[in-house]
């Protein structure tokens, strides 16, 4: 299965996106680089997955979602992470593997580690 692989940083308070198309084409986004050196900071790659609006979903993206345990649904904040040789979804009421159409995203670590300090 073919899919694009994506990444993107954010450097001065922007993101800059870069990475390889399906159809193995090389593409940059808009002012990638800019003078600085991009492999010196973080970076996120493309889950390949999408939010409920259709938005594409990063490592580090900050999800809202509804998971249930057995106690019964409940909305928390999630990180999206590597973990166990998958995407998740966590939070402190525990993980969730990754899936297309499930939460919202709503920030990320980046611009938004406020919404972290509530969970």
């Known amino acids: ?26 593409f940059v986004g808009p002012g990638s680089g800019g003078g600085e050196r991009i492999d010196t900071t973080p970076h996120s790659q493309y889950t390949g997955l999408k939010d409920t ?9 900050l999800l809202n979602i509804v998971i249930d345990f057995g106690y019964g649904p409940q909305g928390v904040i999630a990180k999206v992470v590597w973990k166990d040789s998958g995407w998740q979804f966590d939070s402190d009421a525990g993980c969730e593997y990754g ?17 972290l300090e509530d969970t």
């Not at 299965?1 to 090389?26: C, H, L, N, P, S």
């Open 1 to 26: 299965m073919m899919r694009e692989i994506k990444f993107r940083q954010f450097i001065g308070g922007t993101f800059y996106y870069w990475g390889i198309g399906i159809d193995g084409a090389v």
């Open 53 to 61: 609006n259709g938005k594409e979903i990063y490592e580090g993206d």
């Open 99 to 115: 899936a297309d159409g499930v939460g919202e995203v709503i920030g990320n670590i980046y611009e938004n580690p406020e919404l």
